[in-house]
């Protein structure tokens, strides 16, 4: 392979918001000259939507995929066929990043059913007897900061075997009471969950008291609307037989991508809630 | 005979001889030739030589030593001793310079020679001492090559200026290593990381193998454990770990350098095997620490534009995007580590990194990990998370409260805990001291240079915590000595009503001994102090608890009171550790109580008036320890004795002692070994005087010689030490003895004879029996040194060609020449035996001499005749050069009779025919410069003893000259200076045919 294409974006973390100006270099490597057919960059940004197979049976969410939603989509012709130099060749890029018309740009996320990408693609068309080059190439962007100061909520918690609701034989439970609150059910993205748990008393030992982090997407098509909740992660806060009423402390970084702000369009909608386990054993 | 003068001034001990020889004399001979010593040239003219020595040294040129001194002597020089030092560094220049200058005018000769010559050693050194020169060179190049090292050490150090008095991690680890062992069987769960790993496994016996298995686990697929490692496996395998760690990061595999960490501190939940717990912290803190450093300098490397690092204290933004968008990167995906455990360690081990985010970023986190804390269950597992905090945190700015003690001690009482430890068979108080290296250096870093009040403050929240023990003793640990000893009395009143749950009070009461070994009490609770704890201690039931514990007590003891409670405290230790013989198991401690006593008792006579210390020492009966411990006291009386003792007490303690010492050599005894011990005992047997009682000073000696027969320094001790005591003798009786005196001298000449025979080294013997003799004659014991002479002269064939010099093989001809030398400038002195014939001494020596093997290719033998020349001249000199008071010497007894001399002449002859006959031999090609230096230095001897008057001998000189250049090898410098010294001499008096001399000398120019 004598020529090699890439692309460099300016920053370092490929973060751009709307308004901003995305720009960078495309590089070409070569020892040779090269004899081209014309350079250009495309900028694309799609929601792509899966259908859950739980939601509408296995070969609707196969043939039934919900085409992509565009929201941006542009070109530019980056250098006119002719020839390079050999050596390293820097072509430097700026695309601004707009609304077009009322297409929000939404925050990048990667879901499950879920996917709103970002993507740089540069192509070099070259002549028959040379292979099409092309390099593709991710940025992400984020949603402005919601404007106005978002009003935290503090919510307290109280777990009981009476509050469980999915359990059968109640009586078997040991007794415990597990209070604590979180900072706030509205999260800022970018700022940890914060909270704090306390065991006040529990009759078995506590083995593990974990955090669960999970996206709930819903997608509407045709047949309606499907609705999944999946698993983001998973983290434990208390490893072991803790202390009886010593607060823990909640605290979980929302991973970067994997998440987004709680959306609501026509077609779609993300949202997160967190769930919070707490493995007893007992020893009888 | 300069040479025989020379040598014997530096072999002889001088307190023997100096009152009959006047060194004085020296300095002319000294002159006369010393420039020709190493003259090299050649030529032969063997015919005309043979021919005339015969007539040679009839006329040996007589000599007036007084007067030849008179005009040789240097000018004697009042020297000003109290200022001046030729040895003495010259520091300032200018300064000295003038203070020479002004001791000018007083002593001419020695301020200039000092003030114009600069001392050439100092001058050199003066700033620019070439190895710091060179170190300073090549400084630059060390800096680059080290400049990792130095940037990790930087790192370790931290910038918070931890002070040296800070007792760093990397000191206690090893401490917690050896202390927290097991024997049980561990298991370990790891990932196929290493190629390695797997191989060993299949290498480790059958069972390991077959016990090895497979754990499915989501993330990391072919997950193993193993089962059944001991505990040096498992140490082994947590060091193929972080070798894996390092081999992944190098060859870029992040991801796989995480998941090895994350699999490193998950182990750290794991308390089965509880006992090897704080060994298995350290163990795996090793690795984070290292993953943490990886993972800062490989940021900081990203910081680094154009080469130019960042400086120490960099503020975040200076640190470009890429470096914090990887570092950022790092805290995401530790972040969603699912374990708590695993999470909370490897965000710890970066904890670093944080500095490149923001200023605050540390002082942040700190607080945020250290409540995460709170989630870990098991108490011991948490307390060790927090010691682990404190050491990545820098450590004195992390404070956290007491009230986690005390939740920590509902814990540890709780059930859970209790169960496990009842299926782990492990009592509460051996698990209680699993947690002592964690407190301690929490409380380490809390109360490092804390003001008096914070401490005074967390002691009370101690108390006020139910008076923990456990918390007590690290406490006691941890904060500065001298706040603890302030306070003795309080913790005594502490440990003693303190709720022991399960831990130790000894321990406790050790910990409170250690302080105040550091640090004095109050003076008046010093005697209450001491009694409330040795109450406690002395009801210890088991003799390890209990030694441990006085051991620490005695050094208190010993600091601050006098014999008596010092004894009391040895008597109940014997009386503790004599039953079953618990000593036997005791020994590095009772050790280090003998040491501790010694260091602060040297006055041995106090020492040994302690009554219990002989029997405490009889409780070392191992006999190495045994020795040891002789070795210390010894040391320490060496040490410390400032003067010599005839006290019975000291003496019959210390040859015990010594004695010990002495039995414990045997055929497998090392030779370093015996070298220390020989040495300790003769600074012991140096130290022993009883004054005038010269009597009992002898028979010490000889039971001396009796008890340390097999350590051969030691005899060749005594027999200086008899010598010494025979001269002694004699100054005390101004060297006239009387009848008493005169016995008494001969009973130590005959110590000294009958002890020689017994060593093994023939040098040592040789000197010994010359030194010996010199003694007998010097105290009129003429037959005694006759008879030193005598075994001496027949000791010489004996003399092996090679003989073990520190280890080594080394030929002994120099050493015999040496020493024959010597012994020929005694023999000056040595008058006739009445029986025996003329000069029967030097007679024998020459006959031994003849028939001695000597080397085929050395010039030792013609060497030593040529010197025997210069004795026989002197010999016939009227008056010696040197005499011993009070002996007649030859020249006194024949008074120059004809036939002496004649006699003398015929030895001569003898002498000068063989000479002349090795001259011959080394006529062939390779050997001329030999037979050159050897022509030569004949020459010279004629020279300065000859009578060169006589024809005959003059025209040998002449021809000798020639035969010293004929081959070209002679040295034209020598030769030169040779004839100009013949020149000048020929200006003195009487010795004007020393121009004609020097007209027939030719210089041969070289071509």
Known sequence: ?284 | MNDLFCKRAVSLNSTYFSTCISFCNYACIYVDIGYVSLSQVCGYLYACILSLYSFFLRHARSRNYVSESEVCKLESVPLDFGDYHPLKPITVTESKTKKMNRKGSTSSTSSSSSSSVMDPLSSVLDGTDPLSLFAAAADPVTTTATMDSTRKKRDKDDSSAVGSDFEPWSSKRGEILSRYTTTEKLSIVSGSFSRKATTTGSAVSEKVRTRLEELDDLEEGSQKELLNLTQQDYMNRIEELNQSLKDAWSSDQKVKALKIVIQCSKLLSDTTVIQFYPSKFVLITDILDTFGKLVYERILSMCVDSRVSLPDNFSPESVNDTAKETCLNWFFKIASIRELIPRFYVEAAILKCNKFLSKTGISECLPRLTSMIRGIGDPLVAVYARAYLCRVGSPIKYLFTATCFCLLFQQIHGDTVQNQLVVQCVEIPLYLTLYSPAIDWILQCIAYRAPEVLLTEMMERCRKLGNNALLLNSVMSAFRAEFIAARSMDFIGMIKECDESGFPKHLLFRSLGLNLALADPPENDRLQILNEAWKVITKLKNPQDYINCAEVWVEYTCRHFTNREINTVLADVIKHMTPDRAFEDAYPQLQSIIQKVITYIYDFSLLFSVEKFLPFLDMFQKESVRVEVCKCIMESFIKHQQESTKDPVILNALLHICKTMHDSVNALTLEDEKRMLAALINGFIKMVSFGRDFEQQLSFYVEARSMFCNLEPVLVQLIHSVNQLAMETRKVMKGNHSRKTAAFVRACVAFCFITIPSLSSIFTRLNLYLHSGQVALANQCLSQADAFFKAAVSLVPEVPKMISVDGKMRPSDAFLLEFLCNFFSTLLVVPDHPEQGVLFLVRGLLNVIQDYTWEDNSDDKVRIYTNVLHLLSAMTQEAYIYHVDKVDSNDTLYGGDSKFLTEINKLCETVIAQILDHLKTLGKEETLKRQSQLALYFFNTILAHGDLRNNKLNQLSVNLWNLAQKHGFADTKTMVKTLEYIKRRSKQPEMSHFTDLALRLPLQSRT
């Open chain 1, 1 to 284: 392979m004598g020529t090699a294409l890439d692309i460099k974006i300016k920053r370092a973390n490929k973060v751009y918001r709307c308004g901003e100006v995305l720009s960078g270099v495309v590089v070409i490597t070569s020892k040779d000259t090269v004899q081209h057919q014309g350079i250009s960059l495309t900028m694309e940004g799609s929601v792509n939507l899966q259908l859950s197979a739980k939601s509408v049976g296995v070969f609707e969410a196969f043939y039934n995929s919900v085409k992509p939603i565009q929201i941006i989509n542009s070109t530019i012709e980056m250098v006119k066929p002719g020839k390079l130099p050999s050596g390293k060749t820097e072509i430097p890029f700026e695309f601004p990043l707009h609304m077009k018309g009322n297409k929000v740009l939404y925050e990048t996320y990667h879901g499950v059913f879920v996917n709103i990408q970002y993507t740089l693609r540069c192509d070099m068309r070259r002549s028959l007897l040379a292979k099409d080059l092309t390099k593709t190439c991710e940025f992400i962007v984020h949603s402005l900061s919601q404007k106005g100061k978002l009003m935290p909520s503090p919510v307290d918690f109280t777990i009981t075997p009476e509050t469980l609701q999915n359990v059968k034989e109640r009586a078997s439970l040991p007794k415990f009471l597990i209070r604590g609150h979180l900072s706030s059910t509205n999260c800022i993205i970018t700022q940890p969950l914060t909270g704090e748990l306390v065991v006040e008393n529990a009759e078995a030992a506590v083995k593990s008291i974990e955090l669960q982090l999970v996206r709930v997407e819903t997608c509407g098509c045709a047949e309606g609307y499907a609705r999944d909740a999946t698993e983001i992660q998973n983290i434990q806060i208390a490893d072991g037989d803790v202390c009886r009423g010593l607060p823990i402390p909640i605290y979980m970084v929302f991973p970067r991508l994997f998440t987004c702000p709680t959306l609501e369009t026509t077609n779609f909608k993300v949202g997160e809630c967190v769930g919070l386990y707490a493995v007893l054993v007992s020893f009888i």
